[in-house]
């Protein structure tokens, strides 16, 4: 069973920039993925990348977040620049995909635990 431990959260202005990190024991299946829940709000998808480096955004961070991956190390990345108040959320990765390249959660078999971000305005 693939682990999945985030890290790199923590508090910051708005306007600031925090990376996050997941470490996985090993890839597993297709493409991972970075997901967000505020309190009170569904799971966001929102960026994913495919074993051949493919990326996808969701609008909302569209521009100012960037996933990438060394699969070297087996640790994925979520590069988050020019955060805003509404980025406030625990941030998930996950693997294990059903769909290759979706921003579903329910597409997602393998989660890790979260890191809380939290963004002051």
């Known amino acids: 069973q693939v682990q999945l431990v985030e890290s790199g959260g923590g508090s910051v202005q708005a306007g600031g920039s925090l990376r996050l990190s997941c470490t996985t024991v090993?890839?597993?299946?297709?493409?991972m993925a970075w997901f967000r829940q505020a309190p009170g709000k569904e799971r966001e998808g929102l960026a994913v990348?495919?074993?051949?480096?493919?990326?996808r955004y969701a609008d909302s961070v569209k521009g100012r977040f960037t996933v990438s991956q060394d699969t070297a190390q087996n640790i994925l990345y979520l590069q988050m620049n020019s955060l805003k108040s509404e980025d406030t959320a625990m941030y998930y990765c996950?693997?294990?995909?059903?769909?290759?390249?979706?921003?579903?959660?329910?597409?997602?078999?393998?989660w890790g635990r979260g890191t809380q971000v939290t963004v002051s305005s």
């Open positions: 090993r890839y597993s299946g297709n493409c």
């Open positions: 990348i495919g074993n051949y480096g493919t990326t």
């Open positions: 996950a693997a294990d995909a059903t769909l290759a390249g979706s921003l579903m959660s329910s597409h997602y078999r393998r």
